[in-house]
């Protein structure tokens, strides 16, 4: 005897209906005329919490204060030139820059450079202080 109930049979089912919803009427004409078939596939779901950009292990901190000290954006290029692009993203979204999907790793890393070394440099300019 199966230890699946009534209730899971009518959650399944409602599953089915809602994925029958999703087909075009032509379709549901082309299955009741036996032109087509219908088949059901099981595929395993990606889990939810699973994100495309998961943490990369870099510390995001130790980087971010490095590059708050460096006054040279060479040398800030050089501290991000290890970096892959998914971690260079990471650093990336902490300083809240926007990011593409189709940037390059170049790309990246100049942006957070300006972003930080850059803008101080630029402030520093208009205010006529040094840095």
């Known amino acids: 005897m199966s230890n699946i109930k009534s209730n899971d049979y009518a959650d399944f089912l409602n599953i089915l209906a809602k994925q029958a919803r999703a087909l075009s009427e032509e379709d549901i004409r082309r299955v009741l005329l036996g032109e087509n078939e219908l088949r059901i596939d099981i595929v395993e779901k990606k889990s939810a919490n699973t994100n495309k950009f998961s943490p990369v292990e870099i510390d995001v901190e130790k980087i ?10 060479n040398i800030a290029l050089d501290l991000l030139s290890p970096m892959n692009k998914k971690s260079l993203e990471v650093v990336a979204r902490a300083l809240d820059i926007a990011i593409q999907r ?8 100049q942006k957070i ?6 803008a101080r440099l630029r402030s520093s300019a208009i205010q006529g202080t040094k840095t």
């Not at 971010?64 to 954006?73: C, H, P, V, Y």
């Not at 189709?102 to 890393?109: E, G, S, V, Y």
Request: glycine share 8%; net charge negative; proline share 0%.
């Open 64 to 73: 971010l204060g490095s590059l708050n000290e460096s006054n040279d954006r």
């Open 102 to 109: 189709t940037d390059k790793i170049d790309t990246l890393r």
């Open 113 to 118: 450079v300006e972003s930080t070394v850059g």
